[in-house]
């Protein structure tokens, strides 16, 4: 299933298409470049955030899921603080610094439509699939961003 | 979870710079204005190319039945029959007896199309100093170039960027409200490739899954762009999203719009022997969506589809029949596809806007190896279908005893096919060609297409399918028909009354094609006008005669 899912996105790991390997790394100077296409890019996007938010098989059962609780906690995430949330991730996640505005727009992705003051309050102080749920938004966004492809 | 898209519209202010931790920031470029914007493309026609991924076998897909033995001695694990129920179907006994050809007993679709003035074959197409790798090969086709030359961009990318300038900013638009190129599956190839920005295509498998991918991923793209690196590679990827998105739903909406025939059905199987990866038709659906794409309106005008599995090293035949395996399949498919296609455009009414060619990296090695198959060659036979079309062979058959160190000499290149399909089918101006760098080529370019020069398909047709006029005629008592068929297959010839009933059935069995003779006697008759009428697979005709 997982590499049915590569496979859509131009990589048939062990049978490329044919003995030439695959078809995007050849043509310099754009060999970087000819991989990226509509379907690739928006299968990796796919896939991102199908590891991310689990991935049933088709009697139901969840094959797996990332737990971002977890992974906060064990990396040490200051989870009270929007603003550490995100910076952990952008330097994470991100090859490259991003402007004020783009920072303040995956910030928004983690709030939704919780003021950044009511933060603890609203989604900390709750139960813990509240805070799953404002994570996974935050992570999906980044890794379904034009950034994140370049890391 | 809120609705998340592809990539949101674009609109920011143009060309405005600002600087953020030292490193020079632009803005995402506006729409481009639309002064910039000349669609050039005066006509609706379309190209549709399929690539024979791999390396076809030429030799086994076309056969030269004037030097059969040469032909048998050098691949006889391969070689198609010259007898039985699966021999070569002979093409044309209209051509020399030296270029006489014989198709792959699997291509009696392609003979078919091939009598109705729909195909035209052109021999032994390659490049000067063929290169052997299958990725160097294809970009050397797709760039368009000469062996040694290294483009960045594909001459379907360099044509279409000249005549849709401002791509991509200014589309899509009312006059272009389509992608400029569609290729089918999930790469874009080289062919497509400008020489600044991303390709002027977009690949897809299918618009309806198309539309539901793009719509179920990405989120908001960012405002601004470092002037880096890493921002130039972050501005392809955007454009792409940006072009994608736009294109998704509009593409729904013409797949959704348009639809095949009724009458004609698709081909899916390979009916006879073959490795089970191979028996299903998979370049069949790509030209389905094609067509049902044309008829919702669609205004591409290139598509590249693809049928894969030409690299026959190993395997292409059944070991107890060469007839059948892994490349009779995969030509049965192109022929049984094509024929379907052509169908279906001329019931929808399409016909007369699409002219469709294959080509493939390279041909075969002329002799066969041990394992039932053949290593990577050079030149190799290109198709032509289409109404349009200028029908028949163009070249001369490969000289087997004179081999080219075990390969088949060239004797077009492959840009003067390529040059006939962007002048006088595309109907590419000089600027246009000049973009495209083929302006070297125009003058050297074959004659692909028949449009314009009237009568060229009825000539090529009457020459080989045709009612002589009886003789005698009047008829005494005695008379002889006389006729030229293409295609082998039954024939009747019918004497009918003014009224149009059959008062006479002359003949009615199969005969081979080619010229025959039929002697009447007539002399029972009534004196009178009567007309007669030959029936057969490529020719329906109905003459008078007068009975003394």
Redesign the interface.
Known sequence: MISEKFRNQGLDFYEPFDVSGYDAYYQEPAYNRNWITANNLARRYQISSDLLLGYKDENDNLLYRLDILWYCQSEGIDLNSPQAIVTYFVDNLFPEAITAERFDYFKSTLLIDVAEADWVEAVINVEDFQVVFHLENLINAMIQSPEYQLF | ??R?R?LKNLSYAAGSTFV??NLP?STVSSAAPLSQLAATSTNDRVLVLIQL??GNDGLNTIIPIDQYAEYYQLRPNLAIPDKGKRKYIPIDSGLPDANQLGFHPDLTHMKDLYDHGKLSIVQNVAYENSNG????S??IWF?GGDYDD?L?SGWMGRYLDHIFPGYPESYPNTTMPDPLAIEI??????AF?RSNGIPVA????NPDQ?YD??N?????????I?N?H?GK??K???D??E??NQY?GRLKDVYDSGANSPNVTYPELYPFNAPPGRIRNTLAPQLKMIARLLSGGVKTKIFIARL?GF?THAEQVETYDATMGTHSALLYHISSAMKAFQDDLKSLGLEDRVMTMTFSEFGRRAFSNGSYGCDHGTAAPMFVFGKMVNPGVFGENPDLSNLDNGNLPFKFDYRQVFTSALVDWLEADAAAVEATLFSDWVDRKLQLVGNGITGLKEEFLKKRNFLAECYPNPVSSQTTFSFRISAAGRVRIDILDTQGRVVKTVIDEHREAGQSTIPADLSMFRQGTYLYRLTGKSIDVTKKLIKL
């Not at chain 2, 599956?185 to 080289?190: K, P």
């Not at chain 2, 977009?202 to 498998?205: A, H, K, P, T």
């Not at chain 2, 179920?216 to 601004?224: A, F, K, R, T």
């Open positions: 979870m809120q998340r592809f953020l931790n920031f991924h791999g790798s299958h990725f160097r294809r970009d760039m290294y960045p599956g999930n790469g874009v190839s080289l490739h977009i690949s897809i498998q198309f991918l793009i179920s991923v990405g989120g908001e793209p960012p405002e601004s470092a880096t890493y590679e972050l392809w990827i955007m792409i999203e072009k994608s998704a894969g690299d």
